[in-house]
């Protein structure tokens, strides 16, 4: 279930990185802006986007996007029991699978790279941190309407982390929240350059689903986290 209008950016990622013969279904929730207004608005939204996907044949369900979980944990493992009641199948959240994904790499230190605007990296702080986590460093571009980040340079992604890393005195991980931010080819690049691990959204989300469906076939050269099944 993805926040945004359309996931064209995140199709092509993830058909480049998921074994063959794995598909992804979607439906999507019509986010333009990432305010307050339009998530709430998302949130509403769900269960029917669920029962969608379940009448297309889908075996699990991942809601996606970093503003619909952000509140906390608990609050993420709420949304998956509803989505999990109206839809009866497994489910989970791009948070979820974000701290699974840094918890299996044993990261207790992070740095952030996000495109987001100050509010919601001061959110992603204090997730985080609630989650049992240090974040040693965040750095954001402050962006607010998702169009904005899908037509950023492939470039910038990597330039943020590794800035982002080499301000600090050093981290376990790093860590890039948003679906269309963090290019496949950057996981790679940054882990060779920098020596730490690195998590996407989308790459924990793939990795995730795959888990999910006991799809033990890893993708080679998108990070560390593919050797975790």
């Given amino acids: 279930i993805a926040p945004t209008a359309s996931i064209g950016w995140m199709m092509q990622w993830f058909y480049q990185v998921a074994p063959e013969g794995v598909g992804l279904l979607s439906a999507t929730l019509g986010i333009y802006e990432l305010t307050d207004e339009q998530v709430e608005r998302a949130l509403s939204l769900v269960d029917d986007a669920a029962r969608r996907l379940a009448e297309s044949g889908a075996n699990c369900i991942c809601l996606g996007g970093t503003p619909l979980g952000i ?17 009866h199948l497994p489910a989970t959240t791009t948070m979820i699978n974000a701290v699974d994904a840094l918890t299996t790499l044993s990261a207790k230190r992070i740095v952030i790279a996000s495109p987001f605007e100050e509010e919601l990296n001061r959110r992603h702080v204090k997730f985080w941190t609630e989650s049992g986590f240090e974040v040693v460093n965040i750095k954001g571009l402050g962006i607010r309407r998702n169009i904005d980040i899908k037509k950023l340079p492939a470039h910038v992604p990597y330039t943020l982390a590794k800035e982002a890393y080499l301000e600090t005195a050093g981290a376990d991980a790093i860590y890039m929240p948003c679906a269309s931010f963090g290019p496949p080819a950057a996981i790679a690049c940054l882990e060779k350059d920098l020596g730490i691990p690195v998590v996407t959204s989308t790459q924990a989300l793939i990795w995730a689903g795959l888990k999910a469906l006991n799809i033990r076939e890893a993708p080679k050269g998108y990070g560390r986290l593919f050797e975790y099944r």
């Fill in 71 to 87: 509140e906390s944990l608990d609050w993420n493992r709420e949304l998956v029991k509803r989505i999990e009641k109206v839809s």
